[in-house]
T-cell receptor, first 117, second 111 residues
């Protein structure tokens, strides 16, 4: 079954304790992205990756790191989490056709609800 | 900053009625996509319309795109209670490779 998986689904942590949220897709997609969703603010992009070893900042990258060492995985790292990073996080992936053809549909993971105390 | 902005922010209708949501954006785009999200869950892709298309249909969904007005609309016909969800538009700008989401329209369909 084609899918994007995220782990963990729920996480409660404390300020300053490093954490990693994993994301994996089994569709051989080039493009992967992380978003955070907060009430009244919609989805905001954190980082995205066009392919292995190619990553770029989105709208709200501060306090986050990513890596893309393999095509299927795109982990999100919070080196020193703070309470303002409490949010619902989504990973997504898509084929990238390039040029004006652009993206096809994005497939979203089920979300990770993070609480930083 | 958000590229797409949905209107209205919230919409409440009766089952069987049609629901129309609008999306406006600021820059030139390659394509525009609509997504649906049930409360607290992942987004699900509904339909994609490219910049050279004006209208697309998928089941009870109809999407229009007016690039001269930089706007799109999503029409859900004969709505059902199960259509209750948040609906988001997302745009891919011609100048880059990012996909940018709006803040969404919360649709409530009352039985």
């Amino acid at each position: 079954e084609a899918q994007v998986t995220q782990n963990p689904r729920y996480l409660i942590t404390v300020t300053g304790k490093k954490l990693t949220v994993t994301c994996s897709q089994n569709m051989n997609h080039e493009y992967m992205s992380w978003y955070r969703q907060d009430p009244g603010l919609g989805l905001r992009q954190i980082y995205y990756s066009m392919n292995v070893e190619v990553t770029d900042k989105g709208d709200v990258p501060e306090g986050y790191k990513v890596s893309r060492k393999e095509k299927r995985n795109f982990p999100l790292i919070l080196e020193s989490p703070s309470p303002n990073q409490t949010s619902l996080y989504f990973c997504a992936s898509s084929f990238w056709a390039g040029g004006l053809a652009g993206y096809n549909e994005q497939f979203f993971g089920p979300g990770t609800r993070l609480t930083v105390l | 900053s958000q590229q797409g902005e949905e209107d209205p922010q919230a919409l409440s209708i009766q089952e069987g009625e049609n629901a129309t949501m609008n999306c406006s954006y600021k820059t030139s785009i390659n394509n525009l996509q609509w997504y649906r999200q049930n409360s607290g869950r992942g987004l699900v892709h509904l339909i994609l319309i490219r910049s050279n298309e004006r209208e697309k249909h998928s089941g009870r969904l109809r999407v229009t795109l007016d690039t001269s007005k930089k706007s799109s609309s999503l029409l859900i016909t004969a709505s059902r209670a199960a259509d209750t969800a948040s609906y988001f538009c997302a745009t891919q700008e011609t100048s880059g490779s990012r996909l940018t989401f709006g803040e969404g329209t919360q649709l409530t369909v009352n039985p």
